[in-house]
């Protein structure tokens, strides 16, 4: 099982950012799919989580509006769209993949090893 991130680096504030999960070795299509962050000592935190069908998305308050979670089965890919970042976003964001979604970290069977995003002001 693989999950691999890309996509994260340096932005500005208000700038946008599109991340990217490739997964493999797992049925893709089966699993919801989260994005979590966790900022310098901070516990890792839900972002967004999406179904394994796509058909509904799950967000925190502080990124909605903001981010966008999204999935293509075909590429086995789970995408994470970032608009007017802020520097509170800043933290390494992981992908994770899970039987059903959920909040809590634990629920989650497979990690990838995460993608820093860092917004300057």
């Known amino acids: 099982v693989q999950l691999v991130e890309s996509g994260g680096g340096l932005v500005q504030l208000g700038g946008s950012l599109g991340p990217s999960c490739a997964a493999s070795?797992?049925?893709?299509?089966?699993?919801?799919m989260g994005w979590f962050g966790q900022a310098p000592g901070k516990e890792r935190e839900l972002v967004a989580t999406?179904?394994?069908?796509?058909?509904?998305?799950a967000y925190a308050h502080s990124v909605k509006g903001r981010f966008t979670i999204s999935r293509d089965s075909a590429k086995n890919t789970v995408y994470l769209q970032m608009n007017s970042l802020k520097p509170e976003d800043t933290a390494v964001y992981y992908c994770a993949a899970g039987r059903g979604s959920s909040t809590y970290p634990h629920s989650y069977d497979y990690w990838g090893q995460g993608t820093q995003i860092t917004v300057s002001s």
């Open positions: 070795g797992f049925t893709f299509s089966t699993y919801a």
């Open positions: 999406i179904s394994w069908s796509g058909g509904t998305t």
